[in-house]
T-cell receptor
Framework: KQEVTQIPAALSVPEGENLVLNCSFT??????LQWFRQDPGKGLTSLLL?????REQTSGRLNASLDKSSGRSTLYIAASQPGDSATYLC??????????????FGQGTILTVHP | KAGVTQTPRYLIKTRGQQVTLSCSPI?????VSWYQQTPGQGLQFLFE???????NKGNFPGRFSGRQFSNSRSEMNVSTLELGDSALYLC?????????????FGQGTRLTVV
């Protein structure tokens, strides 16, 4: 059974800091890993998708890396802003015949960036 | 390009009633997945449909069901509602279905059972 853990559970930083969110998964046989953000009471916004054959993906101030062998991914946010405040979720799809549509999520990291 | 649309956004139902939630995927997307999000359990997979066929199902009781129409729109139904069914229900669409393509989520339907 695939389990996804995110550390830390919550993070509060001053504006302008660079920060790292961590995601680990127990089964390294994954197709891909996706990072999302969720604002309170809202849906999920896709941030980055990393295919299993890739090591990292970048979008603006965001950079996500993937180390399948160790079962880890990190999301790096550069020069954080108050608008980055949200819950960040990572999700994986396991390499299995029953994987269709099934993302397995971590519990998320609640990020607060204060001015 | 319109995103994933879920209706209604909010629902209040009484225990024992049934409810139907709707999800319209991004135009051209053929796969729709449904998730339940609660504070205690986080995001849990309900089921996935691709071209009107259910390809995968999570560990939920038979009271939870779904279907997909020829235009890829999907509905999920919950019968005999229980207090524990109160949650945010999210649907996600993808072009060819996971695992190969990116998932895009709607804003969710907040269901409250009283």
């Amino acid at each position: 059974k695939q389990e996804v853990t995110q550390i830390p559970a919550a993070l509060s930083v001053p504006e302008g800091e660079n920060l790292v969110l961590n995601c680990s998964f127990t089964d390294s046989a994954i197709y891909n890993l996706q990072w999302f953000r969720q604002d309170p009471g809202k849906g999920l916004t896709s941030l980055l998708l990393i295919q299993s054959s890739q090591r990292e993906q970048t979008s603006g101030r965001l950079n996500a890396s993937l180390d399948k062998s160790s079962g880890r991914s990190t999301l790096y946010i550069a020069a954080s802003q108050p608008g980055d405040s949200a819950t960040y979720l990572c999700a994986v799809i396991r390499q299995s015949g029953t994987s269709y549509g099934k993302l397995t999520f971590g519990q998320g990291t609640i990020l607060t960036v204060h001015p | 390009k319109a995103g994933v649309t879920q209706t209604p956004r909010y629902l209040i139902k009484t225990r024992g009633q049934q409810v139907t939630l709707s999800c319209s995927p991004i135009s051209g997307h053929r796969s729709v997945s449904w998730y339940q999000q609660t504070p205690g359990q986080g995001l849990q997979f309900l089921f996935e449909y691709f071209s009107e066929t259910q390809r995968n199902k999570g560990n939920f009781p038979g009271r939870f069901s779904g279907r997909q129409f020829s235009n890829s729109r999907s509905e999920m139904n919950v019968s005999t509602l229980e207090l524990g069914d109160s949650a945010l229900y999210l649907c996600a669409s993808s072009l060819q279905g996971l695992p190969n393509t990116e998932a895009f989520f709607g804003q969710g339907t907040r269901l409250t059972v009283v």
